[in-house]
């Protein structure tokens, strides 16, 4: 499948709300540590469907440095497929805010190909790095991001208590 991914503008910046971020868990990354390592394993859970809530994306028009957003559309006629959001993380990082590939588009290589995008958009404005944050229960994505070099390198299983006192949602980066 062929995809064409294109820097947002005031134009389409609109189509953000167009996502699905839908998806069904079938599994979750269990972490251990070994010789001071961060490591992880995937164990079955029982399947549930999980929506993580659409938000307004702040393409930050008139901030600066601004954070670039790119999407991806597919097919014929060309579809909405999927999208990347990177910023200047504080640390001098570039860090991908925001990915998601609509359902239909799911599997087909749409993640990858924003993915290597982002990573060289941040190649070409000399970031020294990449980093992003996922969650134990998005075994897919976790799974995308060992293949690109990103290392397991933190976790925190409180930080989603506030929108969710009952969740057992672990954040990883």
Not at 1 to 24: G, V
Not at 85 to 100: C, E, G, K, L
Not at 152 to 158: A, I, N, P, R
Request: with cysteine.
């Amino acid at each position: 499948m062929e995809f064409i991914i294109h820097k947002t503008d005031l134009q389409n910046a609109p189509k953000a709300n167009l996502f699905s971020r839908k998806f069904i868990v079938s599994s979750r990354v269990v972490l251990e540590i070994e010789k001071e390592k961060l490591i992880y394993s995937v164990t079955d859970v029982e399947p549930y469907e999980r929506d993580i809530p659409a938000q307004d994306t702040d393409y930050g028009f008139g901030e600066s440095p601004a954070p670039v957003v790119f999407f991806t559309e597919a097919g014929s006629p060309a579809k909405l497929a999927g999208r990347i959001r990177m910023v200047a993380w504080w640390n001098q990082f570039a860090y991908v805010d925001d990915i998601v590939v609509n359902p239909e588009y799911r599997g087909t290589g749409v993640g990858r190909a924003l993915l290597e995008h982002g990573i060289q958009w941040a190649r070409e404005n000399n970031f020294p790095g990449v980093m992003l944050e996922t969650q134990d229960d998005n075994v897919p994505a976790c799974t995308l991001y060992q293949k690109y070099g990103f290392v397991l390198s933190g976790f925190d299983s409180s930080v989603y208590k506030a929108i969710n006192p009952n969740t057992k949602e672990t954040a990883l980066f």
